[in-house]
């Protein structure tokens, strides 16, 4: 249960902090549908962070842009989709990171309010 709870909180805090990479330019359709079908092609495993970034952010601007211009609620969930596809790799990632480092105690103290304890 706690593995939940520290995945959980890192995903929110790694979506926010994706999300305010957004840049202010929005792809177009094209692009979108392009994106979309090469990306859901591929294997998520070999990507870098700065793309995994790059597609979350993309995917989320191509599903706000099909629904905000009344495309297909199907079309939007491909996009949505792809984030979560794409978001759930670098969640595996990240968790993967805290495990390996064995930073679970101090992820889980700070995300609770606890503060770290002070070394001398």
Not at 45 to 65: G, K
Not at 106 to 111: H, L, M, N, V
């Amino acid at each position: 249960m706690k593995k939940v709870v520290i995945l959980a909180s890192l995903l929110l805090v790694l979506t926010g902090a994706a999300s305010a990479q957004t840049s202010d330019t929005k792809p177009s359709p094209a692009v979108c549908k392009a994106d979309l079908k090469t990306w859901s092609a591929q294997k998520t495993e070999t990507l870098t962070i700065d793309q995994i970034t790059v597609r979350m952010n993309e995917m989320v601007a191509c599903a706000d842009e099909a629904h905000r211009h009344h495309h297909s609620d199907k079309q939007t969930m491909a996009y949505l989709a792809e984030f979560y596809r794409t978001h759930a790799e670098l969640a595996d990632r990240t968790f993967d990171f805290i495990t390996r480092h064995d930073l679970q105690k101090q992820f889980g103290e700070e995300e609770n309010g606890a503060k770290p304890e002070q070394k001398n």
